[in-house]
């Protein structure tokens, strides 16, 4: 497998103008399974708007990953795809995640969105569904997504790659995760981060 990352940088107002539609996508969340069972997911507790309003830097990060012939066929079927496409992105987001939090704190006027689902209490649930709080509040991100952003068609107009998908048991060429990173200050060499 390889791995490739490609960082965009736009203004945040014109980033929410052209690629959110809250009530579309967040219709979207509603019907999860991890729609109010999650805290990186929706409803959240706060305001979206609010909560995206202090940034004027978006900066967006793409990472492509490969797939080698051999992986895409020896994981065929539905069952094989999900398990293998699962483990493939979870490793690839330790480093992204750790390295946007990492940022967060070089960077204080700044917020991270990971790529996708929360990925903390994958192996058991969260306890938002026992109604208690996060057990790690500090490492939990929502994703562009989750507060309504389009993401294929964002990674589609400002990364040039198009998002694909397991299809009928097979692995696709690639998978595309896409993070962001929006901050009040000017990042110099964000990609060097990734």
């Given at each position: 497998?390889?791995?490739?990352?490609?960082?965009v940088?736009?203004?945040?107002k014109?980033?929410?103008?052209?690629y959110r539609?809250?009530?579309?996508?967040?219709?979207?969340?509603k019907?999860?399974?991890?729609?109010?069972?999650?805290?990186?997911c929706?409803?959240?507790?706060?305001?979206?708007?609010?909560?995206?309003?202090?940034?004027?830097?978006?900066?967006?990060?793409?990472t492509?990953?490969?797939?080698?012939?051999?992986?895409?066929?020896?994981?065929?079927?539905?069952d094989?795809?999900?398990?293998?496409?699962y483990?493939?992105?979870?490793?690839?987001?330790?480093?992204?995640?750790?390295?946007?939090?990492?940022?967060?704190?070089?960077?204080?006027?700044?917020k991270?969105?990971?790529?996708?689902?929360?990925?903390?209490?994958?192996?058991?649930e969260?306890?938002?569904?026992?109604?208690?709080?996060?057990?790690?509040?500090?490492?939990?991100?929502?994703?562009?997504?989750?507060?309504?952003?389009?993401?294929?068609?964002?990674?589609a107009e400002?990364?040039?790659?198009?998002?694909?998908?397991?299809?009928?048991?097979?692995?696709p060429?690639?998978?595309?995760?896409?993070?962001?990173?929006?901050?009040?200050?000017?990042?110099?060499?964000?990609?060097?981060?990734?």
């Amino acid at each position: 497998m390889e791995r490739k990352e490609i960082c965009v940088k736009t203004e945040a107002k014109e980033l929410m103008h052209r690629y959110r539609d809250a009530e579309k996508f967040i219709g979207y969340c509603k019907e999860c399974s991890r729609y109010n069972a999650c805290w990186a997911c929706p409803p959240f507790d706060f305001n979206a708007d609010e909560y995206l309003a202090p940034y004027g830097i978006a900066y967006i990060i793409g990472t492509k990953i490969i797939l080698d012939k051999e992986t895409i066929d020896k994981h065929q079927g539905f069952d094989e795809c999900k398990e293998i496409s699962y483990k493939i992105m979870k490793e690839a987001r330790k480093s992204i995640d750790g390295n946007l939090l990492e940022l967060e704190k070089q960077y204080p006027k700044s917020k991270a969105f990971f790529a996708g689902s929360c990925q903390i209490c994958r192996e058991r649930e969260c306890m938002r569904v026992a109604g208690k709080p996060c057990i790690s509040p500090e490492r939990v991100r929502p994703s562009l997504e989750s507060l309504g952003f389009d993401v294929s068609l964002i990674s589609a107009e400002l990364l040039n790659i198009e998002m694909k998908w397991s299809q009928n048991g097979i692995l696709p060429e690639y998978f595309t995760l896409v993070s962001g990173f929006f901050s009040v200050d000017e990042v110099p060499s964000i990609i060097s981060y990734f």
